[in-house]
Each structure stands twice: as C-alpha cells, then as structure tokens.
C-alpha cells in the first residue's frame, strides 16, 4: 500500500468526500511523498512538530492526524509553519489528516467511541453543524451519577477542564459532541438531555446551562478527540497487517 492507496482506503472508510462542504479542513492527503510503499503509519490527534518528529524517529512513511496544518485558506509557510513542512519533507513523510468525517464516523469516530464509553443506548445522531450530525445522545440505562460519568469519559483518572453539575443528580441522557463544540449545548438543552459532553469550556454558555438546569462537562478538547485516531489505527492494522503507531502529545486543553 502507497500513500494513493491508503487515501483510497480512508475515504472509503471514513466517507471524507461526504462532508466537502461543511468542512474547511483540506482533508485527505495535505503533503505527499516522493513514493514507495508504506510500512508504518503514525497516528496522532494534532500535525505539530513534536508529533511529526516522533513518527520520523518511529520510522513512520506517514502521519495521520485529526488537526491538519491546512483549513480552506491560504497560509503563508513561516516560522512554525515552515519547521513543518521541512520536518515532513527532510523525513518524506506524508501527512493525511481527517477532521470532521473522523468525529462523525458511526463506529470509528470521537463521538462515537465516546458514547460507548458512556455506556449510550438507543443511539441517535445529534450537534447539527454546517447541516450536518456530527455527535451522538442516547440514554443510560441503568442511570448513573456525575461522578460515574467522569470516569467513563476520563478513564485515566484525569479531571475534566471543567464540569458545570446544574442538572439532575442521576443521568438518564446524554448527548455528545468532541471537541470544540460548547455552543452546541444550546441544541441539547433544546432536547431535554440531562448531560452535555464537550471538549472545550466557554464562559458564554455557563449561565444558560445553569438556567436550564443541565449538566455540563467539558472534558478537554485533545481528551475527546484522541478516540478517532486511535481506533481509525487499530482498524488499518487489522485489515491490512500493516504496523501503526500513536503518538500521544497531550495539550492539557
């Protein structure tokens, strides 16, 4: 497998062309390589350097990432950005990143693995953006408490950046949306769910939370979002037998 073929087998997997038109990430393949075959594929959440030297060390022909280094608009390639490029091309790296497809992926996205983390049933698609779900709610049947909840969604014992417990006291609804989605509470207190899971806090939705009586908790933003990456590399690994690495740079954002 090339990096041509990997592409085809990601957008056959992920439905990347789907989502073109919500998404200003240029996902797909955002730097190539001279050629050859791919051995080993490094997955991380974010193209930074830190990730892209580590797979260069690990011996990765390619990173796939969550965060790309390129969103739908020119970027001038400076300081930071060129360190990048020249990482991945000195390396002949290619890098593939996969944004919004990845937190929507039925089985393989953040939203996903993260309802199953929950312990979510009756699944249905929720957190409409540029006209499309991109989350998941459902119930939790038995109910749990808060403090259960936390440690589904953190099961490394972390905390979450930040936990608003303005709702019932026993969960019996959920809903999800990775990332930096705390706006999107609005859609789930329109929907009468009793939690909002989120990876980033904004002091603009506190009151309304509040007001409505719902739970909220943002876990962190790289904390949801380490699922996709993780799961999309499992898959690779099983289906083709090739070797996948993760690399975990965690922001504490």
Known sequence: MDLKDFDLWCRS?????????ADDSLNGIQLGRRG???????????????????????GAQALFVHHGIFWGKPQRLVGPALERIRLLLEADMGL????????????LGNNAVLARLLGLTELRAFGNFRGSNIGFSGRLDPEIGLDEAVRRILPDGSRPRTLIAAGPER?????????????????????GFDLYVTGEPSHSVYHSAVEAGINFMAAGHYATEVWGVKAVAERLARETGMKT?????????
């Open 13 to 21: 997997l992920l439905e990347i062309d789907a989502l073109s038109a």
């Open 171 to 191: 969960l019996r609804s959920a809903a999800i949306v990775s990332g930096g989605a705390a706006f999107e509470v609005s859609q789930a207190i329109e929907g």
């Open 96 to 107: 593939y990143a996969c944004h919004l497809p990845l937190d929507k992926h039925p089985e």
């Open 36 to 58: 050859g075959s791919l051995e080993t594929v490094a997955f991380a959440v974010d193209a930074c350097a830190e990730s892209m030297r580590r797979a260069r060390d690990a």
């Open 245 to 253: 690495i993760f690399i975990d740079v965690p922001t504490g954002l």
